[in-house]
């Protein structure tokens, strides 16, 4: 029964950490085009921006229920701790989805009067974006927890570090918006996209940079893990690794290449999550709770196991054969609307 407490919740864990994984890369590049829509000034060009990710959308966006469900349900003492500290940006980010998927199926209907729609788009796009770095940084500074509960103010996540990681991640998503499009998009489209692609891969290093220098700062905790021996020896291939990803995404949107730019971009995040994740492992609500103090009983964590275990495969099945099957690039006047 020990080994079956101890494995419950990692494989919980895994659930969680899967959803989070995929919905960040999925509608990352989702969000990253909506981010981009203000730098495409003509009626085509947005057309074919939005058409790149008409049929990809909706269903990427599943993953951000299943990952709010994982910690709902497996851990619901973490939920209950984390949510009084970030109910406004958990519902601004709501709202700015929703906005942004009503604005994306009435730009079609709205034509030729489609203006006020394309900047519901980019809008929404923009602040759930910034809304999720809020929320992540408000993890990465640490909640206080009192007796068991949250101990903080309604608006203890309004602080500088917050709005860098709000910033950042605008910046992140908008680099993965830009490589979908030259995976996808041709023409000037195409073309923009790279213009962007380099300045906004600095910007993500330069507020990637700046949380991993903070945190260790501000957080004695995660500094001991990173920099105390033998920890740094292993854990420094991680910036390398993330230096060495960034010099291949620069070059292969400087030389034209068309998947390795995304494929490098989508390595960035990963790499990102494997540094939160190193920084942070066992807890899931750092530093008060770990995974398995937090998780529910162990069966309700068998239960949604199982449902877990038919839903996930269902899922990736669907967004592999959706991928499959409007694979390619878009030329102009195609569209999937």
Same mark, same amino acid.
């Given at each position: 029964?020990?080994?079956?407490?101890?494995?419950?919740?990692?494989?919980?864990?895994?659930?969680?950490?899967?959803?989070?994984?995929?919905?960040?890369?999925?509608?990352?590049?989702?969000?990253?085009?909506?981010?981009?829509?203000?730098?495409?000034?003509?009626?085509?060009?947005?057309?074919?921006?939005?058409?790149?990710?008409?049929?990809?959308?909706?269903?990427?966006?599943?993953?951000?229920?299943?990952?709010?469900?994982?910690?709902?349900?497996?851990?619901?003492?973490?939920?209950?701790?984390?949510?009084?500290?970030?109910?406004?940006?958990?519902?601004?980010?709501?709202?700015?989805?929703?906005?942004?998927?009503?604005?994306?199926?009435?730009?079609?209907?709205?034509?030729?009067?489609?203006?006020?729609?394309?900047?519901?788009?980019?809008?929404?796009?923009?602040?759930?974006?910034?809304?999720?770095?809020?929320?992540?940084?408000?993890?990465?500074?640490?909640?206080?927890?009192?007796?068991?509960?949250?101990?903080?103010?309604?608006?203890?996540?309004?602080?500088?570090?917050?709005?860098?990681?709000?910033?950042?991640?605008?910046?992140?998503?908008?680099?993965?918006?830009?490589?979908?499009?030259?995976?996808?998009?041709?023409?000037?489209?195409?073309?923009?996209?790279?213009?962007?692609? +380099? #300045? &906004?891969?600095?910007? *993500? /290093?330069?507020? $990637?940079?700046?949380? =991993? !220098?903070?945190?260790?700062?501000? %957080?004695?905790?995660?500094?001991?893990?990173?920099?105390?021996?033998?920890?740094?020896?292993?854990?420094?291939? +991680? #910036? &390398?690794?993330?230096? *060495? /990803?960034?010099? $291949?995404?620069?070059? =292969? !949107?400087?030389?034209?290449?068309? %998947?390795?730019?995304?494929?490098?971009?989508?390595?960035?995040?990963?790499?990102?999550?494997?540094?939160?994740?190193?920084?942070?492992?066992?807890?899931?609500?750092?530093?008060?709770?770990?995974?398995?103090?937090?998780?529910?009983?162990?069966?309700?964590?068998?239960?949604?196991?199982?449902?877990?275990?038919?839903?996930?495969?269902?899922?990736?099945?669907?967004?592999?054969?959706?991928?499959?099957?409007?694979?390619?690039?878009?030329?102009?006047?195609?569209?999937?609307?």
């Amino acid at each position: 029964m020990k080994d079956v407490a101890f494995i419950l919740p990692v494989l919980l864990l895994l659930v969680l950490v899967t959803a989070v994984v995929l919905y960040v890369v999925l509608d990352g590049f989702d969000l990253g085009i909506g981010i981009l829509f203000p730098f495409y000034k003509e009626e085509a060009e947005r057309d074919m921006v939005m058409n790149s990710v008409a049929p990809f959308w909706d269903g990427n966006e599943t993953w951000l229920v299943m990952g709010g469900i994982a910690l709902w349900v497996g851990f619901p003492i973490a939920f209950a701790m984390i949510m009084p500290a970030v109910y406004l940006p958990v519902l601004i980010m709501l709202l700015a989805l929703i906005f942004r998927g009503v604005a994306f199926e009435f730009r079609w209907v709205a034509k030729p009067h489609e203006r006020k729609w394309d900047i519901a788009f980019a809008g929404g796009s923009i602040l759930a974006a910034f809304a999720q770095g809020l929320i992540l940084g408000t993890l990465l500074q640490e909640i206080p927890i009192r007796n068991g509960q949250y101990a903080g103010g309604p608006l203890d996540w309004a602080n500088l570090f917050n709005v860098m990681c709000g910033l950042g991640l605008v910046v992140g998503y908008g680099l993965l918006g830009a490589c979908w499009l030259m995976l996808k998009a041709t023409g000037t489209v195409e073309q923009k996209a790279r213009k962007l692609g +380099v #300045p &906004l891969l600095f910007a *993500l /290093l330069f507020f $990637v940079a700046v949380v =991993s !220098i903070w945190t260790p700062l501000q %957080i004695p905790r995660i500094a001991e893990r990173w920099f105390s021996t033998p920890n740094f020896y292993f854990l420094s291939q +991680v #910036p &390398l690794a993330t230096l *060495l /990803l960034a010099w $291949v995404c620069w070059r =292969s !949107i400087r030389k034209g290449r068309t %998947i390795q730019p995304f494929a490098s971009a989508v390595g960035l995040f990963l790499l990102a999550f494997v540094g939160l994740a190193i920084s942070n492992i066992p807890y899931i609500v750092p530093p008060t709770l770990t995974i398995w103090e937090g998780a529910a009983s162990p069966p309700s964590q068998v239960f949604f196991l199982v449902g877990a275990s038919i839903l996930i495969p269902m899922i990736i099945a669907y967004t592999i054969v959706v991928f499959w099957l409007f694979r390619g690039k878009l030329q102009a006047g195609e569209g999937y609307h």
